[in-house]
């Protein structure tokens, strides 16, 4: 069966600091991959999605940037992170061919900028 | 205007009530659709995809009306477990990097607090 993992659970960085955010997905290849970002009281946004390695599509410009270096593994990266940044971040995963191509998401990055 | 949206709710309901939830869309490209549930600060979870014909799963029904732009979710006997956030989401699909994705927007979702 197919798992997805976030690390970390929590964050809480200063402004300035820079980011790093991985997930990985296992039991699946070629999945597509998303970064989505949930802020307080508010729906998930789709930030990034990538369909194959070094594959990135942005959805919103923003102070974020993702990367694919393997298969299985998606990181969303910041250089110097904004107050606005802080939300729930989370992954997800979808293969096409599965039906009405669901996704399905990782447990999520809590992340706090002070 | 928002692309899905939702009564944030809450809808407060004793143990055993029917409760509907409804949610209209307005990208009419949109091409499938689900209903997820979210505990409080837990990522979301597939609850169902919701059919053309309308389906049932368990104490769970989705219809959806493409004319209208219109989802439901029905819960039967509802159960204190059932207390979340239900998400409505659309999906259509993204080409871009060389390959097709698809998009699912969400709508704020609609808090459930189920009581004894």
């Known amino acids: 069966s197919q798992t997805i993992h976030q690390w970390p659970a929590t964050l809480v960085q200063p402004v300035g600091s820079p980011l790093s955010l991985e997930c990985t997905v296992e039991?699946?290849?070629?999945?597509?991959l998303y970064w989505y970002r949930q802020a307080a009281g508010r729906g998930l946004q789709l930030l990034f999605y990538s369909v194959g390695i070094g594959q990135i599509s942005s959805e919103v410009p923003q102070n974020l940037s993702a990367s694919r270096p393997q298969d299985r593994q998606f990181i969303l990266s910041s250089k110097k992170l904004l107050l606005s940044d802080s939300g729930f971040y989370l992954c997800a995963w979808s293969s096409l061919g599965t039906n009405y191509n669901e996704q399905f998401f990782g447990p999520g990055t809590r992340l706090t900028v002070l | 205007r928002k692309e899905v949206e939702q009564d944030p709710g809450p809808f407060n309901v004793p143990e055993g009530a029917t409760v509907a939830f409804n949610c209209t869309y307005s990208n009419s490209a949109s091409q499938s659709f689900f209903w997820y549930r979210q505990d409080c600060r837990k990522e979301p979870k597939l609850l169902m995809s919701?059919?053309?014909s309308g389906n049932e799963d368990g104490r769970f029904t989705a219809q959806l009306n493409r004319a209208s732009q219109y989802i439901s979710l029905l819960i039967r006997d509802s159960k204190l477990s059932d207390s979340a956030t239900y998400l409505c989401v659309v999906n259509y699909y993204l080409s871009g990097g060389g390959g097709t994705a698809s998009k699912l927007t969400f709508g704020t979702g609609t808090r459930l607090q189920v009581t004894l």
């Open positions: 039991g699946t290849s070629n999945p597509n």
């Open positions: 919701v059919y053309s």
